[in-house]
């Protein structure tokens, strides 16, 4: 914990609200790298690790403040722009929409649901309510 306590310590930006240089800014490049270049894969591993992060750190109190700022970064408006293309992604790729699910499951559940006021506020890019339909009525048949 101490080694993942110096990690996100190192990754905090000196501007909270700096868009330019957001808190686990590799990842979030990354993750626009791999949009970018229609790289599905990469782009599904990096909403699966943000999203294993969040559950990580969620049980942990000593992380709530990382958290926190994990999640207002995920719900800033460039990565939700991310978040929103892994969802509308077509439904036979589910290995791109469900780490987003979960990603903003996480987000929203994140100390008893202390930003999920902030992602409703954000609902044209969360909540499509269409996309959301479609999302939750696949089932996988393997």
């Given amino acids: 914990m101490s080694i993942l306590r110096e990690y996100l310590d190192g ?4 501007d909270v609200k700096d868009t330019e240089r957001p808190f686990l ?28 992060l969040l ?12 958290g926190l700022l994990l999640c207002r970064t995920v719900l800033q408006h460039q990565h939700l722009r991310l978040v929103k293309r892994g969802l509308d992604a077509p439904k036979h790729k589910e290995f791109v929409i469900s780490p987003c699910l979960r990603l903003l499951t996480e987000v929203i559940s994140f100390d008893g649901g202390a ?4 992602a409703y506020k954000r609902r044209e890019q969360t909540f499509d309510v269409a996309t959301l339909r479609r999302n939750l009525a ?3 048949t393997e």
């Fill in 11 to 14: 990754q905090k930006p000196a």
């Fill in 25 to 52: 800014g590799q990842l979030w490049q990354a993750w626009s790298f791999a949009s970018q270049n229609n790289n599905d894969h990469l782009a599904s591993s990096v909403s699966a690790i943000l999203a294993l």
């Fill in 55 to 66: 559950r990580t750190i969620s049980s942990l109190l000593d992380f709530r403040e990382h």
């Fill in 115 to 118: 930003l999920a006021r902030d």
């Fill in 138 to 140: 696949l089932v996988k």
